[in-house]
């Protein structure tokens, strides 16, 4: 049976200029993932990400660990959504929330202000003051599933780096979760984390989720991060 293992990218420099990097923190959690594939069976027979940075680097430092070969495949369709677009729509709504994305590095601040605007997204609040809609980001992630599955070779482990709001998309349109369901899912998934699909002639299943042996072995949870 044909698996997909998904796979959030390692942490990445949420209050910095640039948020799409990962941090030192997160280049180790990348490394200690592929050293954890490779005392494993969990071999890729091909690797894809996003075509974010945060994303090339975390599938380079896993592929790096575990001596795979192969071309990484980049597709677009798994980039997060635009996290700041999205609060900077919401603020421009909700101006008595006041919200400075470059200088508040709260992160609990971040995030309580991110689920607003989800709601607001999913809900379609925002149309018109977003380059994406929900539809559109949901369709996005539903043809990529669908792309990999149709793909996939009876015995495939195919590897996927993305972000986690299109993971917990993903694991919406497989297990038909409720908006609210998916949210919440959305802020429990740790970087550097994985779930697993088994992957099906007809649909995909979860088979596992946010999965972190490697970041639990010697350092307890000072390696758990969730941006």
């Known amino acids: 049976m044909a698996t997909l293992i998904l796979t959030r990218h390692a942490q990445a420099s949420l209050g910095k200029q640039d948020y799409d990097q990962l941090s030192d923190l997160g280049h180790k959690q990348a490394h200690l993932l592929g050293e954890y594939f490779d005392s494993t069976s969990i071999k890729p027979s091909r690797v894809i990400c996003g075509s974010l ?8 430092a896993i592929t790096r660990s575990l001596q795979y070969n192969q071309a990484i495949e980049t597709d677009p369709r798994w980039n997060e959504f635009d996290f ?25 601040t971040f995030f309580k202000l991110l689920k607003k ?10 149309v018109g003051l977003v380059d994406e809609s929900w539809s559109d980001f949901e369709y996005r992630i539903e043809t990529g599933l669908e792309a990999i ?39 429990q998934i740790k970087n550097a984390s994985y779930a697993s699909f088994d992957i099906k ?15 639990e072995l010697d350092e307890g949870k000072t390696l758990i991060s969730y941006a």
């Open 201 to 215: 002639r007809d649909r995909m299943v979860l088979s596992g989720f946010n999965h972190t042996p490697h970041l």
């Open 84 to 108: 700041k677009g999205l609060i900077k729509a919401y603020l421009s709504l909700n101006s008595d929330q006041a919200f400075n994305l470059s200088r508040d590095s709260n992160p609990a």
């Open 149 to 187: 599955r149709q793909q996939a070779d009876r015995d495939d482990t195919v590897m996927l780096v993305s972000s986690g709001g299109a993971i917990s998309m993903a694991i919406r349109k497989v297990m038909g979760l409720s908006v609210e369901q998916m949210i919440d899912i959305n802020f």
């Open 117 to 126: 605007a989800m709601f607001a997204w999913a809900n379609n609040d925002l």
């Open 53 to 60: 940075k945060r994303h090339i680097e975390t599938a380079d």
